[in-house]
């Protein structure tokens, strides 16, 4: 069974940093194409960056371009999101996923189901 295990979330302050790290279980997911996603309050879930298999291709969100940063480690089966510049508005509660082809990622419709996911939230 595969699970998606999100951490490093925590409370900071407007300009601060955080690094949220994924732990895939159950398969690996070295030929898969990973992403982040957030969902704030009352908001629907939005994509926020991703990378293809071999971490040779990324993409982000226009709200996070610049500022955010997604890294990989297939040896490790794990997915991380580094996050600088922090904003207000970066609050949510962020979660990763997989898919075979990038493409679903960047339209929210990855693979498998969501896991618990990690809460940011900054404060201004």
């Known amino acids: 069974q595969v699970q998606l295990v999100e951490s490093g979330g925590g409370l900071v302050q407007a300009g601060g940093s955080l690094r949220l790290s994924c732990a895939a279980s159950?398969?690996?997911?070295?030929?898969?194409?990973m992403g982040w996603f957030r969902q704030a309050p009352g908001k629907e879930r939005e994509f926020v960056a991703a990378i293809s298999w071999s971490g040779g291709s990324t993409y982000y969100a226009d709200s996070v371009k610049g500022r955010f940063i997604i890294s990989r480690d297939n040896a490790k089966n794990t997915v991380y999101l580094q996050m600088n510049s922090l904003k207000p508005e970066d609050t949510a509660v962020y979660y990763c996923?997989?898919?075979?082809?990038?493409?679903?990622?960047?339209?929210?419709?990855?693979?498998?189901?969501w896991g618990q996911g990690t809460q940011v939230t900054v404060s201004s």
């Open positions: 159950g398969r690996t997911f070295s030929s898969y194409a």
């Open positions: 996923n997989a898919a075979l082809h990038v493409h679903t990622i960047v339209v929210v419709q990855p693979d498998y189901s």
